[in-house]
C-alpha cells in the first residue's frame, strides 16, 4: 500500500497546485506580486524534487500574503518528505482558514492514518462529513475513512466508507485499489472481499494485483469448502473419538488401584487437546499411553537400568525424577502420576501438558522415520530426525549459533543422535499448536533459531498418509462447492 498512498499524496497536490493556479487573485500590490512569483518558484523547485527550498519559498509567501492554499502546500510537501507530525500545525491553519475545504481535512485525515492513528482520522471525517455533502475531495475523505476503518479491522464499516467514495466517483483508480489492497489483506474481511474483487476483476483486467486477487479468491473458496469438511468430519467422528482417546491412554492391569481416576483423566483431555491427526496414527501404528504410578514402575528387562542418569539431568538424577518417557522400541509413552523431585521428594505431576507433548514428539519421530524407510527414502530404519533431510536442515540452524547462546541452546547441541531428536521432541509441537508456546520463552527462541528444521519437520507431514487422506479429501469436497 505504501506506493499508493504516495500515488495518491502526489496526486492531490497536483489538484492544489493547478486549483490555487486557477483561484490566485489579479496581482495589486507589490506584495502579492512577490508572493505570487514565489509561491510558482516553489511549486517549480517542488517539481525539481527539491521540497525544503520549496518550503522555504513557502514559508516566505506567509510573511506576505498568508492563506489556506499556502498552508496546505506546505502540509502536503511535509507528507510527501514523510515528516508527517510536521505536517500538522499548516494543515490546521488552512483547515482555520477555509473550513469546508475538503482537501485540507483529507490531507490531516491521510497523515492520521500513515501514523497508524485511526481513531483520529475518523472523528476528524465523520466530523466534517457530518457538516459538508459536497466537495472536491468528498471521495478522497470516504476513501481514507474506508482505509482507517480496515486499519482497526471493522471491515463493514470499511466497505460502506470505500462505497461511498465510489459514489463520488465510480471510475476512480485509487479508491479501487485501496479497497482490494485492505479487504484482501485479513481473513476477517473475507465476505467484504468476496463482495468487491470480482468488480475490480472485471474493471481492471490487466491491473498488477488482478492474478493475486483471483488466487486470493480461490483460496477463500477453498478454505470455506475445508471448514465445511472439518465441521462433518468433527460431527462423524465425535461418537468415537472418545472410545480411541481411551484406549490409546491406558492404565496397565499391574497398576489398577494405583493410579487415580482423575489423574488419568487430565491425561486423556491432554490427548483431546491435540488434533487427531497427530495421535491417532500413533494410536493405529501402535503406540499406547501408559499412565503409571511412577516411570521406573513400567519398566522391563528391555530398557535402561532404573539408575542410570537420563540425558540431558543434572548429575546424580536417574529416572526416577523423570515424569513422562518415549520408549519407542516398546511404542509405548509412559506418563507418570509421581516423580522424584531435585531435591529427592516426591512430586505429584499437576500438568503434563508439555511432559505428553514432548514424549509424543520422540514417539511420531520414530513413527515418520518408520514410513520413511517404508517408502525408500532413507536407507535404514530410524527416527526421522536422523535422516538426511533433517540432519542437513539441523546442521545449517546449529552452525549459525555462536558464543554464549551455544550454552543457552546446548541441550540440541549434545553430539550424536541426541542433540536431533531432543530437538525433533520440542518442535514437535508447532505443528498444531503455536499457542501453547509463551512468547519470549526458551521454547520460542528455539522455534526462531531452528527454524530450517521446523521447515523439514512441516514438510515431512507428507510422508504421514493420515495426513495424504486429509488432504486428498479437502480437494475432492473443495470441487463439490465449485
Request: one cysteine or more.
Amino acid at each position: 500500500m505504501p506506493s499508493l498512498v504516495l500515488s495518491r499524496l502526489v496526486a492531490t497536490l497536483f489538484i492544489l497546485l493547478v486549483l490555487c493556479r486557477g483561484t490566485e487573485p489579479a496581482v495589486a500590490s507589490s506584495n502579492e506580486t512577490e508572493a505570487y512569483q514565489l509561491y510558482q518558484q516553489a511549486v517549480a523547485l517542488r517539481k525539481a524534487n527539491r521540497p525544503v527550498e520549496a518550503l522555504n519559498c513557502l514559508n516566505k509567501v506567509l510573511v506576505l500574503k498568508p492563506d489556506w492554499q499556502t498552508y496546505h502546500f506546505i502540509g502536503l510537501l511535509y507528507m510527501e518528505m514523510k515528516r508527517y507530525r510536521e505536517a500538522f500545525s499548516p494543515l490546521a491553519r488552512a483547515y482555520g482558514l477555509a473550513p469546508a475545504e475538503s482537501s485540507t481535512v483529507a490531507s490531516a485525515a491521510e497523515c492520521y492514518y500513515l501514523l497508524k492513528d485511526p481513531d483520529n482520522a475518523i472523528a476528524l471525517c465523520t466530523k466534517y462529513l457530518a457538516k459538508y455533502k459536497t466537495g472536491d475531495s468528498i471521495g478522497t475523505i470516504w476513501q481514507t475513512l474506508g482505509r482507517c476503518y480496515a486499519q482497526k479491522k471493522q471491515f463493514a464499516q470499511s466497505l460502506d466508507a470505500f462505497r461511498n467514495s465510489l459514489k463520488a466517483d465510480p471510475t476512480d483508480d485509487f479508491t479501487w485499489q485501496a479497497m482490494c489492497g485492505d479487504l484482501s489483506s485479513d481473513d476477517a474481511a473475507a465476505p467484504q472481499f468476496k463482495s468487491v474483487a470480482p468488480e475490480f476483476l472485471k474493471r481492471f483486467p490487466n491491473d498488477s494485483n488482478a492474478q493475486y486477487y483471483k488466487a486470493r479468491l480461490q483460496a477463500l473458496d477453498y478454505s470455506q469448502a475445508r471448514n465445511r469438511f472439518e465441521d462433518e468430519a468433527v460431527a462423524r467422528s465425535k461418537a468415537n473419538h472418545q472410545d480411541n482417546v481411551d484406549a490409546f491412554v491406558i492404565v496397565p492391569p499391574q497398576f489398577g488401584g494405583r493410579v487415580s481416576p482423575r489423574f488419568l483423566a487430565i491425561v486423556r483431555q491432554t490427548v483431546h487437546g491435540i488434533p487427531k491427526t497427530i495421535w491417532e496414527p500413533l494410536y493405529a501404528y501402535g503406540y499406547r499411553v501408559h499412565v503409571v504410578p511412577h516411570v521406573v514402575d513400567d519398566f522391563t528387562d528391555r530398557d535402561c537400568n532404573p539408575e542410570d542418569q537420563p540425558r540431558g539431568y543434572k548429575k546424580g538424577a536417574t529416572y526416577k525424577n523423570v515424569p513422562a518417557l518415549a520408549m519407542p522400541h516398546r511404542k509405548v509413552l509412559i506418563v507418570a502420576q509421581n516423580y522424584l523431585n531435585d531435591e529427592g521428594k516426591e512430586e505429584t505431576m499437576k500438568d503434563p501438558d508439555h511432559a505428553m507433548c514432548h514424549e509424543l514428539g520422540h514417539a511420531y519421530d520414530e513413527y515418520l522415520g518408520f514410513l520413511s524407510k517404508k517408502m525408500n527414502l532413507s536407507e535404514k530404519y530410524d527416527g526421522f530426525s536422523q535422516s538426511k533431510a533433517f540432519a542437513a536442515a539441523y546442521e545449517s540452524d546449529a552452525k549459525k549459533i555462536a558464543g554464549k547462546e551455544r550454552e543457552t541452546f546446548s541441550y540440541y547441541l549434545q553430539s550424536g543422535k541426541a542433540g536431533q531428536e531432543e530437538l525433533f521432541a520440542n518442535l514437535f509441537v508447532f505443528l498444531w499448536d503455536n499457542q501453547l508456546v509463551e512468547p519470549g520463552s526458551h521454547d520460542d527462541m528455539t522455534r526462531a533459531k531452528f527454524s530450517n528444521a521446523l521447515k523439514s519437520i512441516s514438510e515431512a507431514r507428507s510422508l504421514d498418509p493420515e495426513y495424504i487422506r486429509l488432504r486428498d479429501l479437502y480437494d475432492s469436497h473443495v470441487k463439490q462447492y465449485k
